[in-house]
């Protein structure tokens, strides 16, 4: 019988891993800072529990240390999701290889429990992400995906103002110099 913090344990253990393997002039271009295993526990403990399905978003995912450490407290707690629907951004090559494993491990976890998974892990900037989403849900007729909750540790990086981000971020009627508030915006939005 596996327990919450085993799921935890594996993903901060890829965590660590994954951080060797950065070639640390991209983390840098690319503003990341992960997210430590004790830190997840405690963002996915700030949820309240829920019966009904979950659609959460985490945007730049690393290797999905914030979506298993929700996956680990809604398995553990007594009233859990009717389902579980993760969409998980990430660019970087060495993050996405880890992240699918860590998705693979959340479905299996939730199948301990009983609760319908799907996750879906997306190899795409979420800033252009965001504003296709917001963009479609315009020109649909507001049928923009929403997700029901988000969990996320943005990238820390200032944007440039001549930028394909800022121009982006404009677009979708967002004034920010950094992504971290970018990514918080757009997740807003997408709620």
Not at 24 to 33: A, I, P, T, V, W
Not at 51 to 72: E, I, K, M, N, Q
């Amino acid at each position: 019988m596996t327990t919450q913090h085993d799921l935890v344990n594996k993903t901060d253990a890829a965590r660590r891993e994954a951080n060797q393997a950065l070639d640390q002039c991209r983390r840098s271009e690319l503003g990341q800072f992960m997210t430590p295993g004790s830190i997840a526990t405690f963002m996915a403990s700030m949820f309240k529990p829920t019966t009904r399905p979950v659609r959460l978003l985490d945007a730049g995912a690393g290797v999905g240390s914030l979506v298993a450490a929700f996956v680990a407290a809604a398995c553990a707690q007594r009233r859990r999701p009717a389902s579980i629907e993760l969409s998980c951004y990430e660019v970087d090559a060495v993050m996405l290889a880890a992240l699918r494993r860590t998705t693979r491990w959340c479905q299996q976890e939730c199948a301990r429990h009983d609760i319908p998974f799907t996750g879906h892990v997306v190899d795409r900037d979420f800033i252009e992400a965001g504003s296709a989403l917001l963009d479609q849900g315009l020109f649909d007729g507001g049928c923009a995906p929403r997700f029901t909750a988000a969990i996320l540790n943005p990238p820390y990086r200032k944007i440039h103002s001549a930028s394909r981000e800022r121009a982006l971020l404009r677009g979708a009627g967002i004034e920010t110099s950094n992504l971290y508030t970018a990514f918080l915006a757009f997740a807003i939005l997408l709620l």
